[in-house]
């Protein structure tokens, strides 16, 4: 069992290690991480600035669903 359990930590190291290489050499993925990045900033940035909007067209659509749940 514990020569599987060193079979098992070894092979795992090695799939981390190469995930780890592709990551780090692969530019691509680094450009995608970059251009999520700057979505999300972007959508957090909306959210702040019109979060008195969102907040009351969240409560508009959970009152018409409640409503229309009791109505049904």
């Known amino acids: 069992m514990l020569e599987n359990m060193e079979t098992m ?3 795992a ?7 780890v290489d592709r990551l780090m050499h692969e530019e691509k993925g680094a ?4 251009a999520i990045m700057v979505v999300i900033v972007i959508l957090l940035a ?3 600035i019109f979060k008195e909007q ?3 067209l ?9 409503d229309w749940v009791e109505a049904n």
């Open 9 to 11: 930590l070894f092979m």
């Open 13 to 19: 190291k090695f799939k981390w290690d190469a995930f």
């Open 31 to 34: 450009a995608d991480i970059v």
């Open 46 to 48: 909306v959210a702040v």
């Open 54 to 56: 969102l907040s009351t």
């Open 58 to 66: 969240v409560e508009t659509v959970f009152s018409k669903a409640n």
